[in-house]
T-cell receptor, first 115, second 112 residues
Framework: DSGVTQTPKHLITATGQRVTLRCSPR?????VYWYQQSLDQGLQFLIQ???????AKGNILERFSAQQFPDLHSELNLSSLELGDSALYFC??????????????FGEGSRLTVL | ELKVEQNPLFLSMQEGKNYTIYCNYS?????LYWYRQDPGKSLESLFV?????AVKQEGRLMASLDTKARLSTLHITAAVHDLSATYFC????????????FGGGTRLMVKP
């Protein structure tokens, strides 16, 4: 158990819908990272937040957005869903934006299926 | 653009055998990470390599980093079935940050 908590674990929805994925980082960790894992794209970095502020953006679609709240939990919002958005979405955290080791600790993931 | 390439992508081996997984990356980095993922599960950190020449060992797995060659290896000694999983290497997008770029993964299957 990494200490990173993600909900829901599984989610099935239809095209065109909107979903919200939630992540609670490890206690004391200020940074949250979102990754998408799909069969064709592999593991892709989406976005990073540090202490409530967006720190870096990766391959995140405009239909996707995220935020980190004062209690440091984060939400990833996916809208106008398409079949290709079906994937495993991971959240990860680490103590600081530029920690000594940079090691990321991953949650169990949220598996999204778009039908 | 940072590219991280692993080979092989798939490895089937028998118990008791040795093998090496290779991870090449395209830009300068003095850090590299190895993760393990069981099917449908989370990514578990295996090794953190923080400098040129770093070598870490845990059980039957040993990882090393050559920053000049931009190459890391994950060596498996006397494989056992429990090592069956997908192994990923990852490199920071830049040395100032922790956004990791992952390789495509090596799916390891160890047969009895």
């Amino acid at each position: 158990d990494s200490g990173v908590t993600q909900t829901p674990k599984h989610l099935i929805t239809a095209t065109g819908q909107r979903v919200t994925l939630r992540c609670s980082p490890r206690s004391g960790d200020l940074s949250v990272y979102w990754y998408q894992q799909s069969l064709d794209q592999g593991l892709q970095f989406l976005i990073q937040y540090y202490n409530g502020e967006e720190r870096a953006k990766g391959n995140i679609l405009e239909r996707f957005s995220a935020q980190q709240f004062p209690d440091l939990h984060s939400e990833l919002n996916l809208s106008s869903l398409e079949l290709g958005d079906s994937a495993l979405y991971f959240c990860a955290s680490n103590p600081r934006g530029t920690g000594v080791t940079g090691e990321l600790f991953f949650g169990e993931g949220s598996r999204l299926t778009v039908l | 653009e940072l590219k991280v390439e692993q080979n092989p992508l798939f490895l089937s081996m028998q118990e008791g055998k040795n093998y090496t997984i290779y991870c090449n990356y395209s830009t300068t980095s003095d850090r590299l990470y190895w993760y393990r993922q069981d099917p449908g599960k989370s990514l578990e950190s295996l090794f953190v390599l923080l400098s040129n020449g770093a070598v870490k060992q845990e059980g039957r797995l040993m990882a090393s980093l050559d920053t000049k060659a931009r190459l890391s290896t994950l060596h498996i000694t006397a494989a056992v079935h429990d090592l069956s999983a997908t192994y990923f290497c990852a490199v920071p997008l830049n040395n100032a940050g922790n956004m990791l770029t992952f390789g495509g993964g090596t799916r390891l299957m160890v047969k009895p």
